[in-house]
T-cell receptor, first 115, second 113 residues
Framework: NAGVTQTPKFRVLKTGQSMTLLCAQD?????MYWYRQDPGMGLRLIHY???????AKGEVPDGYNVSRLKKQNFLLGLESAAPSQTSVYFC??????????????FGPGTRLTVT | DAKTTQPPSMDCAEGRAANLPCNHS???????VYWYRQIHSQGPQYIIH???NNETNEMASLIITEDRKSSTLILPHATLRDTAVYYC??????????????FGKGTKLSVKP
């Protein structure tokens, strides 16, 4: 049981390049989340998904797109990377029962540098 | 903005109890208090949560005041591996945007030998 995994672990992009970050979970969780964390700050929510085929905006969605084609995977895309998107990106998932969601489980993070 | 207030940093001697306070004076009746920690460069780790009763698990204890306006996370015998940033978060139990976590800056706990 690997929990939440993220690919890649590190990436360096040039301004204007695009890339996709992959998050996978094997806990059959309904909810998945993408966060970013800048130095000395707490995590901020980018986008989240309450189920396969659904996505919603979080606190800082601009410049990012997401897709949840399969329940176990949540993809975060950067269409045209900017230096302001240099950050550590964390994915998380949580179990849901009825209207209630439970604690989130986080992946190890992807460190992205945009030059 | 985070709905909680925590001291920016604390020190604790190895083997002693670490008591981390959190103020949440505007907490609503259905909101839970959650604690997560983030060891350097790793993803946050869930520790414990509670509504109004004190809670204990294998990692920690959570003490919530009767008026629910503050709480304390207790690590009973801190080790060097407990050095981390600890986040106190209040949230309703529901899914969707209501139940999303809002992270503040947390408390940087340094456990010293």
């Amino acid at each position: 049981n690997a929990g939440v995994t993220q690919t890649p672990k590190f990436r360096v992009l040039k301004t204007g390049q695009s890339m996709t970050l992959l998050c996978a979970q094997d806990m059959n969780h309904e909810y998945m989340y993408w966060y970013r964390q800048d130095p000395g700050m707490g995590l901020r929510l980018i986008h989240y998904s309450v189920g396969e085929g659904t996505t919603a905006k979080g606190e800082v969605p601009d410049g990012y797109n997401v897709s949840r084609l399969k329940k176990q995977n949540f993809l975060l895309g950067l269409e045209s990377a900017a230096p302001s998107q240099t950050s550590v990106y964390f994915c998380a998932s949580s179990y849901v029962q009825g209207a209630y969601s439970y604690e989130q489980y986080f992946g190890p993070g992807t460190r992205l540098t945009v030059t | 903005d985070a709905k909680t207030t925590q001291p920016p940093s604390m020190d604790c001697a190895e083997g002693r109890a670490a008591n981390l306070p959190c103020n949440h004076s505007t907490i609503s009746g259905n909101e839970y208090v959650y604690w997560y920690r983030q060891i350097h460069s790793q993803g946050p780790q869930y520790i414990i949560h509670g509504l109004k009763n004190n809670e204990t698990n294998e990692m920690a204890s959570l003490i919530i005041t009767e008026d629910r306006k503050s709480s304390t996370l207790i690590l009973p015998h801190a080790t060097l591996r407990d050095t981390a940033v600890y986040y106190c978060i209040v949230r309703p139990p529901y899914g969707g945007s209501q139940g999303n976590l809002i992270f503040g800056k947390g408390t940087k706990l340094s456990v010293k030998p």
